[in-house]
């Protein structure tokens, strides 16, 4: 019973990092809240073939992911909106410049590849050692540093960056992530 109560709470305590990679997965929260949901129960149906002592959240992660991929099989192909008319039509622009940017940064993660937007978020926006990314993904370490190094170099291209000190942690960073961040100037 001990091992049923450890796996529930391993389920939970994973939640928001599942909902933050459905979130770059989907493009859409709500998309995104569906895909955690069919994934924990998958999970949950499924907790009689987890190995007790291996990574909980990497196979999470695993089924997440493999569940997007079912789905867009199953799916096919959206309408493009490759000019944003469709998203500017529903679109209320912000007002704050940092909720601009981030919007600006949404966009160019959703026009990475699958591979390297997926590898990016795995290990920048979730913490995942590259070890554990690679796991997920089902390839070698070297190529997710790869793909993360690809994607960096894309998305510093796409929003103009030319040096660190044009990209937070800055004030509207902090506010967003819900915390506050010391700049350290050395």
Same mark, same amino acid.
């Given at each position: 019973?001990?091992?049923?109560?450890?796996?529930?709470?391993?389920?939970? *305590?994973?939640?928001?990092?599942?909902?933050?990679?459905?979130?770059?997965?989907?493009?859409?929260?709500? @998309?995104?809240?569906?895909?955690?949901?069919?994934?924990?129960?998958? *999970?949950?149906? !499924?907790?009689?073939?987890?190995?007790?002592?291996?990574?909980?959240?990497?196979?999470?992660?695993?089924?997440?992911?493999?569940?997007? #991929?079912?789905?867009? @099989? !199953?799916?096919? @192909?959206?309408?493009?909106?490759?000019?944003?008319?469709?998203?500017?039509?529903?679109?209320? %622009?912000?007002?704050?410049?940092?909720?601009?940017?981030?919007?600006?940064?949404?966009?160019?993660?959703?026009?990475?590849?699958?591979?390297?937007?997926? *590898?990016?978020?795995?290990?920048? *926006?979730?913490?995942?050692? #590259?070890?554990?990314?690679?796991?997920?993904?089902?390839?070698?370490?070297?190529?997710?540093?790869?793909?993360?190094?690809?994607?960096?170099?894309?998305?510093?291209?796409?929003?103009?960056?030319?040096?660190?000190?044009? #990209?937070?942690?800055?004030?509207?960073?902090? %506010?967003?992530?819900?915390?506050?961040?010391?700049?350290?100037?050395?």
């Amino acid at each position: 019973m001990s091992n049923q109560v450890e796996f529930k709470d391993g389920l939970l *305590a994973a939640i928001p990092n599942l909902r933050a990679f459905a979130i770059s997965l989907c493009g859409a929260a709500d @998309r995104a809240d569906d895909l955690v949901q069919e994934a924990l129960v998958r *999970a949950w149906d !499924k907790q009689s073939s987890f190995q007790p002592g291996t990574n909980l959240r990497a196979w999470l992660f695993t089924i997440l992911r493999n569940e997007f #991929y079912s789905q867009m @099989r !199953k799916r096919g @192909r959206e309408v493009s909106d490759a000019d944003g008319a469709l998203t500017n039509a529903m679109a209320s %622009h912000p007002e704050q410049s940092g909720k601009m940017d981030l919007q600006d940064f949404q966009k160019a993660l959703m026009t990475l590849p699958d591979d390297q937007r997926e *590898a990016i978020v795995l290990v920048g *926006a979730s913490g995942m050692a #590259y070890e554990e990314a690679a796991e997920i993904c089902g390839c070698a370490v070297g190529t997710v540093k790869s793909r993360v190094s690809r994607a960096r170099a894309r998305l510093s291209e796409l929003l103009d960056i030319k040096d660190s000190s044009e #990209y937070g942690p800055d004030g509207v960073a902090a %506010h967003v992530m819900g915390r506050s961040v010391v700049n350290s100037a050395a």
